[in-house]
Structure formats: structure tokens, C-alpha cells
């Protein structure tokens, strides 16, 4: 230090201080920054309830029109559907019974391929193989449902004709298939993904005990992540519930009370459709169905998803 050099002990008090308040106001920032943050992502969670509340609402108050004219028992009991003709009948079996068919077929397709490609590739697959079929698979499920739904008519209808000969243009079995093979990539990711979950450990103690790479499989991997399974499945089929535009364009537009897959038929969600385009006055009787079909055809996407959710809370494995 040189002689001329004088050191002030408040020089250092000074900078102490400065450091300190530097220090609250960074910490009042960040504060200020984390609720920022979090308000941020309540508003997003907020929008998704608030649509959610909103869809709801706006079911219950236009169906509500349709059932004071229309009881709620002849409406789900009633066998026959002829809510533009004369006279009219509003049972919505015939559309109900038309789902629940080509839902069937669509899982008869794709429950047992997308679990043996789930068991494939967690199990069988080698890595790279597996970055190729991974993406394959995600793009099957990105080709948008209306070019499946002209796929079914144009393609697998003419192939099935050739089999059943007395098989009409527009039908429940091709509609089915095609949708099986739609929602394959959802049952055989979310599938995977619960394999893939299964710990080591349990596939090496089955490997020391003697087992084959089939019978770890089988008997190792798939019932320990049986929840997820199921849970797949129970998304998948609900996907297929609800799909609109391949049973609109394939199946046809006749509500016939029917299991004869080779027969056409009329979806829930491909009646919305055609009332939707027509000339029905907003606000009439024949209007509002659209909106009783949809809350019955929520209530059953609903009831599945709640399904789904709890196989996996109730068989869940935690590792």
C-alpha cells in the first residue's frame, strides 16, 4: 500500500451493503419470475377445464330441448331411428348397437397385433431396428382418418367383395378393420411403454431360473405391466368409439339395429355428421338430437376413460 493510501473502514461497509441489496433485489426477481411461472401454467390448466366445462354445458343445455319432448327412456331403449322421417322415432339403440359393432371389430384387429408389436419391439427388437419401426408406427397414426376412411371404401371393400360376394359397398366389417389398424399405433406405444417400465432385474431373475425369451415374455414382462395394458386397450377402443369421418365415409348412413358386420350400418358420430350438413332449422326437435347423441356418446368415451383410469390405479406396480 502506498503512503498516500488511506483506507476508509465505511468503503467497506458500503460495498457490503450494496452486495446485500443486489442479493434481495435478485431474490425479489426471481420471486416475482416463479409466480409469474406458475399463474402461467394454472391459465393453461385452466383453458383445458374450462373447454372441458364449456363442452359440457353446452351438451346438457341443447339436449335438454330435445328431452322435454322426448323421454329418456324411449330415447335409450327405442329400437328404431328415424328422427327426419314420418313419423318419427327417436330410439337410438340402432346407433349405439352400429358403434359398439364396429368398435368390436376395430379391437378384434388391433388388441392382439399392437400388443404382439408392443411385446416385439420392448422385447425382440434390436435398437436400430426398432428407431425405424418406432416412427413407422407414429406415422401410421398421423395419416389423418378421412383418407383411412376412403382407403376402407376404396381398398378393403373391393378386396372383401371378393371373398363374401354378397358384401355391399358400404359396410360394418371394412370400416372395422380399417379402424383396427388405425389405432394399432396407440395400443402398441402405450403398450411398449409399459414394458419398457418392467426393471431389469426381474427379466434377469427369470433368465437364472431357466426361461426362454418367450416365456419371460409372457410370463414376466406382459403381467407386470398388465396396467398399462389395459389401460392401452381401454384408450384404444374409446379412440375407436368416438372416431367420426372412417365410419361417416365407410359403414353408410342406415341406423340398423344389427350385428351383421357385412351389413351397413350408421355410427353415433356419423349421424352427427349428416344432420350437421343438412338442412336442419337450427333449434328444432330433429336439431337437438344431434346434441343427445353427443352427450350419450360422451357419457361412453367418459365412462371408458374412467375405466382406464382405474386399472391403472387399482393394478399398478410401482417399482
Known amino acids: 500500500m502506498a503512503s498516500g493510501d488511506i483506507l476508509h473502514p465505511s468503503s467497506g ?4 451493503e450494496i452486495l446485500a441489496t443486489e442479493r434481495r433485489k435478485r431474490r ?16 393453461c390448466a385452466l383453458v383445458s377445464v374450462l373447454t372441458t366445462i364449456g363442452i359440457v354445458v353446452s351438451l346438457i343445455v341443447q339436449a335438454w330441448d ?50 404382439a408389436t408392443a411385446v416385439y419391439m420392448a422385447e425382440y427388437a434390436p435398437e436400430k431396428l426398432r428407431r425405424i419401426i418406432k416412427p413407422v408406427l407414429e406415422v401410421l397414426a398421423g395419416i389423418p382418418t378421412v383418407v383411412y376412411g376412403y382407403f376402407a371404401l376404396t381398398f378393403v371393400t373391393p378386396l372383401l367383395q371378393g371373398v363374401i360376394p ?34 431389469r432385474s426381474l427379466r434377469e431373475a427369470a ?8 416365456e419371460v415374455a409372457r410370463k414376466v414382462v406382459v403381467p407386470a405391466a398388465l396396467s398399462g395394458i389395459v389401460a392401452a386397450f381401454i384408450l384404444g377402443i ?29 355410427a353415433m358420430t356419423a349421424f352427427i355428421v349428416q344432420l350437421s350438413l343438412g338442412e336442419t332449422p337450427h333449434g328444432s326437435l330433429e336439431y337437438n338430437t344431434i346434441f343427445a347423441v353427443g352427450i350419450l356418446l360422451f357419457a361412453m368415451t367418459l365412462l371408458m376413460n374412467l375405466l382406464g383410469f382405474w386399472v391403472v390405479r387399482r393394478w399398478r406396480m410401482k417399482y
Open 13 to 16: 461497509f458500503e460495498t457490503a
Open 28 to 43: 425479489r426477481r426471481t420471486k416475482i419470475q416463479g409466480k409469474l411461472v406458475k399463474w402461467f401454467f394454472i391459465s
Open 66 to 115: 330435445f328431452f322435454i319432448e322426448v323421454s329418456v327412456w324411449e330415447f335409450i331403449t327405442g329400437t328404431r331411428w328415424t328422427p327426419l322421417l314420418k313419423p318419427q322415432s327417436f330410439g337410438v339403440l340402432p346407433l349405439v348397437v352400429g358403434t359398439l359393432l364396429v368398435s368390436s371389430l376395430a379391437a378384434a384387429v388391433a388388441l392382439p397385433v399392437g400388443l
Open 166 to 199: 354378397n358384401l355391399i359397398v358400404f359396410n360394418a366389417l371394412s370400416a372395422g378393420l380399417v379402424m383396427g389398424i388405425m389405432i394399432i399405433p396407440m395400443i402398441s406405444s402405450l403398450s411398449e411403454d409399459a414394458m419398457i417400465a418392467v426393471p
Open 207 to 214: 433368465y437364472a431360473l431357466g426361461a426362454t425369451k418367450f
Open 238 to 266: 374409446s379412440r375407436a368409439i368416438g372416431e367420426t369421418m372412417l365410419v361417416t365415409i365407410a359403414a353408410g348412413s342406415t341406423p340398423r339395429m344389427t350385428f351383421n358386420p357385412i351389413e351397413g350400418i350408421q
